[in-house]
């Protein structure tokens, strides 16, 4: 996922709540009904992030995987960026894995899972240009031997 396909679709996400909020508060339904639509919007777009870092904790593990291959054959300066990389990519991961398991006991607010999604999404992209550059460079040096 690219940095802007992801601000677009939470500022998309934060849009329609808030249009749906609104829309809500201001139709002809009672105050139960409108309670239970809000909580039930509320509660989808908690799914939908929960599902998000779902996939980015995923991608996380993915990338780590592939790094730690081509992490061996990078040197010089190289090497400690795709350290840092990896690191960074790790501690999303974690973070995010703690995150879930937050979720599911009813110890985390949405705040934190935005914060969560939004390092992930970092991590992934970081750790993603040097996966890709470091792959590569091994994939045409194979070539030559």
Excluded: C, W
Excluded at 86 to 111: F, P, Q, V, Y
């Amino acid at each position: 996922m690219s940095k802007n396909t992801n601000k677009f679709a939470v500022g998309a996400l934060f849009a329609a709540a808030a249009g749906y909020v609104t829309g809500l508060l201001t139709a002809p339904k009672s105050g139960k009904e409108t309670r239970k639509d809000i909580h039930d919007a509320a509660l989808k777009a908690r799914n939908e992030a929960e599902k998000k870092l779902k996939q980015a904790h995923s991608e996380l593990q993915d990338l780590l995987d592939r790094g730690n291959k081509v992490a061996n054959d990078v040197s010089g300066k190289a090497k400690d960026g795709f350290q840092d990389a990896l690191k960074n990519a790790a501690t999303a991961k974690e973070k995010a894995k703690g995150l879930l398991s937050a979720m599911h006991e009813g110890d985390s607010n949405d705040k934190d899972l935005q914060k969560a999604i939004k390092e992930a999404d970092s991590a992934i992209e970081h750790l993603k240009s040097y996966v890709a550059k470091n792959e590569d460079k091994n994939t045409k040096s194979a070539g030559k031997k």
